[in-house]
C-alpha cells in the first residue's frame, strides 16, 4: 500500500480529479444499477479468489507436514482437499476475468456513444480543427484511448482492491507465522515481532521506490509514442484518399519522405522506451526471481532452529509471497499505471478542447430565427482566426425565390460568407436572420460522397421523405447522370469512380430530391462546361421556382441565373448590385 501512496503521491491533485470526472459520467449515468450490481458480484468473486488463496496457503501447512512426516492418509485427505479448492478456484478465476471483460465492454460501449455524440453536436468535429489544432487524432482518442481507459482503470482498481484485501489477510497470516527473531544488538538482545511481515514490507517500499525512478520518463514516452503511431497512420490514409493527385503530380518522392519523417518519430521514441523498459525490466525481473528465495532464506533460521516444521516454511514462504505479490502492486503495474496516465492525459484534454470549441468565441455573430421567409444580414464582420477582417458590415435580404450571386477574387471570403451563414464559421459578428423551420441545403464545391450505395449517395444525408427510385432516376436524367441510372445498388467508393463534374452534378441531383427552400452553392459548377452549367441553372429555376439561391463563383456566366450580385475584396468591403 506505502508503494501506492508514495506513487499516487507523484500523480497530482488536478490529475485525479480529472480522471474521476471521466469516471463518474457512467457510473452515475442511466445504466449505473446494472454497472454497480455488476461491479458487486465481480467484487464479491475477488474477495472469494482471495479467500481462497487463504485457504491453500494454510494446505500448504497441512500437505508438506503430512510429506515430512510419512502420513499417507494425511496427504491423500490433503490432495482431495486441494482438488476442492483448485475446483473452487478455477470457475472463480474464470468468471472474474468474464464479468470484468462484460462490465468493461459495457462502460466502453456507453462513453463511445457519448463521445461521438459530443463530437458530432454542434459540429465540434469540424470547430476542433478549425478553432484548435492541438486536439491530433479524434479518432483515436475515441477508438483507441476510451478502450484502453476503460480497461486500464478496471484492471488497476480491482488489482488495487485485491492487493489491499490479500495484503490484510496474509498480513495477519505472516504475523501469527514469524514468531519473534532476536538479534544481538550493541551487547544486547534485540527482538523484533512477527519480523517476516517487515522484511516483506521493507522489500516491496524499496522496491516500488526504485521503479518509480526508473519508469517515470515512461508515462511521456507513451504518451508521444501514441501520437506518433497515430501521425504515421494519418499520413498514410491522406495518401489513399488523394491518391490520383499525388499519381499526377508524381508526389511519391515527396510522400516518401514525409513518411518517413513520421515513421522516423515513431522508431526514435520507440528506441527511448525500448531503453527505459530495459533499464526497468533488469530490474522488475530482477526483483522477481529474488522475490522467490528471499523468504525462504528469510525464514530458514526457524526451520534449522526447529521452531517450525517443512510445512511452516513453506506456508510462510507462501504467505511472504503473497504479502510482497500485494505490496508489488504498483511495482508490476508500474507501465500500466505510466500507461493509464497518458491515456487519461489525452482524454482531459479532447474533453476540454471539445468543450471549449462547442462555445463560439466571444462576441459572435448573433443566429436568429423569424417567421417570415426571409434571410437578413445586418452589420456582419467576418474576421479570420488570427483576428484579420475580411468583411465589414455586410447588410443584405433574400426572400423566397430571390437568387443572389457572391463573386470576389480568390481569398476574399466568398466560401467563409457561406460558412458564416450556416452557423459554422464562430469569428462573426452581427445578426443574422434565417427563416424558422427553414429547409436548408449547402452544396459545396466538392460534395461529400459517402461509401455505399449510389442510392444512399443521392440522398445523404438521408432522406426527409419517401423517395421513390423513380423519383431518383429522373433527376438523374434531368442532371445528365442517366448512365448511372442502373447502379443504384452498387456500393463504390463514389468519389473515387465519378469525374469532378460528374460529383457536381450528383449534387444537384440531391438538390432536386431534398427540394430545399434555401439552396447555397459554393463554386458547385465549377467543374462543369458551361452548357451543362446553363442547363443546371435552368433546371433549378424551373423544377424549383420558389427556392432562394446563394451560389458562390468567379465565371460572368453565372450572372444571368441570378438577380442580385454581392462583390466582395477580401479587405473588408463589398458591394451589392441588382442584376
Ligand atoms: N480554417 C481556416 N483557418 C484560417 N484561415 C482560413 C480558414 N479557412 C479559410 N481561411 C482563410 O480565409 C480567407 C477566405 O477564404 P475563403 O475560402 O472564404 O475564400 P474564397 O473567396 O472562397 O476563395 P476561393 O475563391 O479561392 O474559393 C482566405 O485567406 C483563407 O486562407
Known sequence: MLKGLVYLSGLNRNFLKHT????????????????????????????????????????????????????????????????????????????????????????????????????????????????????????????????????????????????????????????????????????????????????????????????????????????????????????????RENCESIAFYGGEAREGQSFMIRFGHVLDNFWKIMQRQKQLTWFTSGYGQIAIIFPILVAAPRYFAKEIQLGGLLQTASAFGKVQDALSFFVDSYPLLAEWKSVVDRLTGFIGNMHKVSEPPQPSAVMQTASVPVLAVTGLNINLPDGRRILTELNLSLTAGESLLVAGPSGSGKSTLLRTLSGLWPYAQGCITLPENGNFLFLPQKSYLPLGTLRDTLLYPGPKRQVSDEEITQAMSLCKLDWLKNHLDRIEDWSHVLSLGEQQRIAFVRALIHKPEWLFMDEATSALDEPTERVLYALLREQLPGTAMVSVGHRNTLNSYHQKKLTLDGAGNWRLLNL
Open 20 to 239: 474521476w470526472e471521466i469516471i463518474r459520467e457512467y457510473w452515475c449515468s442511466e445504466e449505473k444499477w446494472r454497472a454497480w450490481g455488476l461491479l458487486a458480484v465481480i467484487v464479491t468473486l475477488n474477495l472469494g479468489h482471495v479467500y481462497i488463496l487463504v485457504l491453500i496457503n494454510q494446505w500448504y501447512n497441512r500437505f508438506y507436514n503430512a510429506l515430512q512426516n510419512f502420513d499417507k492418509d494425511e496427504f491423500f485427505s490433503a490432495l482431495g482437499e486441494f482438488s476442492l479448492l483448485a475446483g473452487i478456484f478455477i470457475i472463480v478465476a474464470v468468471y472474474e476475468l468474464y464479468l470484468q471483460q462484460m462490465l468493461e465492454i459495457k462502460w466502453r460501449r456507453w462513453m463511445t456513444q457519448n463521445y461521438l455524440s459530443s463530437w458530432l453536436k454542434n459540429q465540434t468535429y469540424y470547430r476542433l480543427q478549425l478553432i484548435d489544432n492541438n486536439t491530433d487524432n479524434p479518432d483515436q482518442r475515441i477508438s483507441e484511448d476510451l478502450r484502453l481507459f476503460t480497461n486500464y482503470t478496471l484492471r488497476l482498481a480491482l488489482g488495487l482492491l485485491k492487493s489491499v484485501v490479500t495484503l490484510g489477510s496474509f498480513i495477519a497470516i505472516l504475523w501469527q507465522l514469524s514468531g519473534a527473531l532476536t538479534l544481538p544488538f550493541g551487547g544486547q538482545q534485540l527482538t523484533i515481532y512477527g519480523y517476516m511481515v517487515w522484511v516483506a514490507v521493507l522489500y516491496a517500499i524499496i522496491g516500488t521506490w526504485l521503479t518509480h525512478k526508473i519508469g517515470k520518463p515512461l508515462v511521456k514516452l507513451n504518451f508521444n509514442q501514441q501520437r506518433y503511431e497515430a501521425d504515421f497512420r494519418f499520413s498514410l490514409v491522406r495518401l
